[in-house]
């Protein structure tokens, strides 16, 4: 298994369709997130991004899909480069069929949104239909073809197309050298992916230095300085964050708690899962937990 499918597998991210219709009128989309990355994809007519991330708003047409990570510049997506209403009182949603454009819009919700994990990434991600390749065209068709549709469980199958599409995504920019460090900018490198990809499958697996160059074939000298110049951890200082990250997801599921993810990640007692919780996310798990429920 390569490494990237653990570690989205791992982390259990999934897309969450917040809207998928027709717009009219001078309509206004404001998605922003501290804590999601927000996608649209433009399954009819065309919209502009409003952003400083561009000198001039960004024109969205038929086929493009575009994705902001919580570090993303504040921005807005409206009906006319000219013109950016104050508001979304003049948005009129409709079917896909009425619309002058329609969107598929959704969020993934990340635990740890400021982790060197998805600050690598660009912060906007856009990618053109024809730049898309052919299987994340063919999946962007299927996707507008869904919506556009509405039939009986439209909304479910587009949710689980969007799942794929943002692996696609993670894939594109890895593959367009659009992430020159951190995690998957290490995974370009054969060893390094061999390393990531058995942390990534076997986190509680009693990982040593010396085991995983022997498994990947590296010295440990390389490895460590490889680890430190593209990730910013050693290695097994990577494979603690990597299990840390895994606990904030737990902890934001509605049925877990402190102790069950505690217990779930081996450690003796809630408090010394606690002090290292805290040693990395600069909070404790229960405070991580409640701010979680209230963002979400």
Same mark, same amino acid.
């Given at each position: 298994? =390569?490494?990237?499918?653990?570690?989205?597998?791992?982390?259990?991210?999934?897309?969450?369709?917040?809207?998928?219709? %027709?717009?009219?009128?001078?309509?206004?989309? !404001?998605?922003?997130?501290?804590?999601?990355?927000? /996608?649209?994809? +433009?399954?009819?007519? #065309?919209?502009?991004v409003h952003s400083p991330r561009w000198l001039a708003p960004l024109a969205l047409n038929t086929g493009d899909l575009i994705?902001?990570?919580?570090?993303?510049?504040?921005?807005?997506?409206?009906?006319?480069?000219?013109? $950016?209403?104050?508001? =979304?009182?003049?948005?009129?949603?409709? !079917?896909?069929?009425? *619309?002058?454009?329609? /969107? +598929?819009? %959704?969020?993934?919700?990340?635990?740890?949104?400021?982790?060197?994990?998805?600050?690598?990434?660009?912060?906007?991600? @856009?990618?053109?239909?024809? #730049?898309?390749?052919?299987?994340?065209?063919?999946?962007?068709?299927? @996707?507008?073809?869904?919506?556009?549709?509405?039939?009986?469980?439209? !909304?479910? +199958?587009?949710?689980?197309?969007?799942?794929?599409? /943002?692996?696609?995504?993670?894939?594109?920019?890895?593959?367009? *050298?659009?992430?020159?460090?951190? @995690?998957?900018?290490?995974?370009?490198?054969?060893?390094?992916?061999?390393?990531? %990809?058995?942390?990534? #499958?076997?986190?509680?697996?009693?990982?040593?230095?010396?085991?995983?160059?022997?498994?990947?074939?590296?010295?440990?000298?390389?490895?460590? =300085?490889?680890?430190?110049?593209?990730?910013?951890?050693?290695?097994?200082?990577?494979?603690?964050?990597?299990?840390? #990250?895994?606990?904030?997801?737990?902890? $934001?599921?509605?049925?877990?708690?402190?102790?069950?993810?505690?217990?779930?990640?081996?450690?003796?007692?809630?408090?010394?899962?606690?002090?290292?919780?805290?040693?990395?996310? !600069?909070?404790?798990?229960?405070?991580?937990?409640?701010?979680? =429920? &209230? &963002?979400?």
């Amino acid at each position: 298994m =390569d490494a990237l499918t653990p570690l989205i597998n791992g982390l259990n991210l999934h897309a969450k369709l917040l809207y998928s219709g %027709g717009v009219c009128g001078h309509w206004l989309m !404001d998605h922003n997130s501290e804590t999601s990355v927000w /996608f649209h994809l +433009v399954s009819k007519g #065309q919209g502009f991004v409003h952003s400083p991330r561009w000198l001039a708003p960004l024109a969205l047409n038929t086929g493009d899909l575009i994705l902001f990570l919580p570090h993303a510049a504040r921005h807005f997506l409206s009906y006319s480069p000219e013109h $950016l209403p104050d508001n =979304d009182q003049n948005t009129r949603l409709t !079917d896909w069929l009425d *619309g002058e454009a329609a /969107f +598929v819009c %959704g969020e993934i919700k990340l635990a740890a949104p400021k982790s060197l994990l998805w600050q690598a990434l660009p912060a906007e991600v @856009v990618i053109r239909g024809d #730049q898309a390749g052919d299987i994340l065209a063919k999946l962007i068709d299927l @996707v507008i073809a869904e919506s556009s549709a509405q039939r009986f469980g439209s !909304d479910s +199958v587009v949710e689980r197309l969007c799942d794929s599409i /943002f692996v696609l995504v993670i894939r594109y920019c890895i593959e367009a *050298g659009l992430v020159r460090e951190g @995690v998957f900018a290490a995974m370009q490198d054969k060893r390094l992916a061999t390393v990531l %990809g058995l942390i990534h #499958q076997q986190p509680w697996y009693p990982w040593t230095l010396a085991e995983l160059c022997t498994r990947a074939g590296i010295a440990k000298t390389p490895l460590s =300085d490889k680890f430190a110049e593209l990730i910013g951890y050693a290695p097994i200082e990577y494979l603690k964050a990597w299990r840390l #990250q895994i606990a904030a997801h737990w902890l $934001l599921e509605p049925d877990m708690t402190v102790e069950k993810v505690a217990e779930r990640c081996g450690y003796d007692s809630v408090p010394a899962f606690s002090k290292a919780f805290k040693r990395h996310f !600069d909070q404790p798990p229960g405070a991580f937990r409640r701010n979680g =429920d &209230s &963002s979400s």
